[in-house]
């Protein structure tokens, strides 16, 4: 079968809830399919998943392929990987795009190598393009943007030839559009078939933790970095974001450092925050720091040093001591809710 110009997007779903970096995809996978000329087709595999193909469709999807069986209702690689590898090569998509997650980053890997197809890991931004080499020009290709080299560069990487052409991308990077109930699409139903050996992990029992603060929906964030100076002075950042009802936030060096712990991070390496405020306190403003929270809508920046990088990005910038700083701005913003309160 000759290649097709379709973006397929993997829906990750837990318990018939679509992962929200699946509907980021599906938005980013419909422009790129636009400039294509290709579809969106949404592979979706699961049992029990009445609503997710529909709401595929509502995020872009043209075409949704559903798997369903019993013995998909968990994530366990070897199921997975029969069913998205024998559509893959059957079908041949053009491009082929997973969330950046535990298990995008484990089905990925299998399809590419089933497919025989480059994959990059952990792309922050994708986008169509062309690209010359030796004279011969490869055009519409899939460019595969991420940090590079420890952060310090962005790379663009292409894949000229072995497709499809896969990427992994980072939760929260991609902006989720809003979808459209008003929007048609197909529902292919599939039959998976499983090799025995396909089957031989079994689930025994599930013990689910659920993150204790979600910095990915926050509207408000207070972040601390080294310049916090210590684990007690971090109160500072915490009860600011307290009084503010922000979550709290931390540089990968604050946390290094034990001021707080690793879920709190914000980062290349940690979590990709979009709130509408994020305050920076004492955060020098590397760019694996940026890489995570420069899509903030406004950034207060606190630092001592004038020429700290975290400035060239802050909308407002406080030059000045964090610990005479943050507890002058507790004390303005509790009064204006006291006053707010008593008005
Ligand atoms: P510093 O760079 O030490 O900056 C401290 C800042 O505080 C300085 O600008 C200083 O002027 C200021 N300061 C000092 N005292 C005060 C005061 N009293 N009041 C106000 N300001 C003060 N980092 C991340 O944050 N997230 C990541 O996900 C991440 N991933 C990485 C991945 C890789 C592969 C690598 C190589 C690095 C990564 N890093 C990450 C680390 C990153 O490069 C920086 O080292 C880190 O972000 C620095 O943290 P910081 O700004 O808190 O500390």
């Known amino acids: 079968m000759t290649e097709t110009r379709d973006v397929w997007v993997f829906i990750e779903q837990e318990e018939g809830e679509s992962a929200p970096v699946s509907l980021e995809l599906l938005g980013r996978a419909r422009e790129l399919a636009g400039e294509l000329d290709g ?50 090569t059957e079908r041949q998509p053009y491009i082929i795009l997973l969330g950046a997650t535990p298990i995008g980053r484990d089905l990925a ?44 560069i962005i790379a663009t990487i292409v894949n000229p030839e072995m497709h499809p052409q896969m990427a992994t991308v980072r939760e929260g990077v991609l902006k989720l559009t809003d979808p459209d109930p008003a929007r048609q699409g197909v529902i292919e139903r599939i039959t998976p078939h499983f090799e025995s050996h396909d089957l031989a992990l079994r689930v025994l029992k599930r013990e689910i933790r659920l993150p204790s603060i979600d910095l990915k929906n926050a509207a408000v964030i207070v972040a601390g970095g080294m310049g916090v100076g210590s684990k007690e002075s971090f109160d500072l950042i915490i009860e600011l974001a307290r009084v503010l009802g922000g ?19 914000v980062g290349q390496t940690g979590v990709t925050v979009r709130p509408r405020l994020y305050i920076a306190c004492g955060i ?36 000045g001591d964090l610990k005479k700083v943050v507890p002058k701005m507790i004390r303005v913003y509790r009064e204006d809710r006291v006053q707010g309160e008593t008005a």
Request: negative net charge; charged residues 20%.
């Open 39 to 88: 579809e969106v087709t949404a592979l979706l595999l699961g049992h029990e998943i009445d609503g997710l193909p529909q709401q595929a469709i509502h995020y872009g999807a043209d075409r949704v392929l559903v798997a369903e069986h019993p013995e998909l209702e968990l994530y366990r690689t070897m199921p997975y990987a029969r069913v998205a590898t024998g559509l893959v």
């Open 109 to 152: 890997p299998r399809i590419a190598s089933a497919a025989g197809a480059g994959l990059t890991a952990d792309c922050t931004e994708l986008e169509i393009g062309d690209f010359e080499r030796r004279g011969e020009v490869y055009k519409d290709l899939l460019y595969q943007i991420r940090p590079a080299f420890g952060g310090n």
């Open 247 to 265: 979550e709290v936030a931390a540089s990968r060096a604050a946390v290094d450092a034990g001021f707080v712990s690793q879920e709190h991070q």
């Open 284 to 319: 020098s403003g590397a760019v694996q720091h940026r890489a995570g929270m420069d899509q903030a809508s406004k950034i207060i920046a606190i630092n001592t040093d004038p020429n700290a990088p975290i400035f060239e990005i802050a909308d407002y910038r406080i030059v």
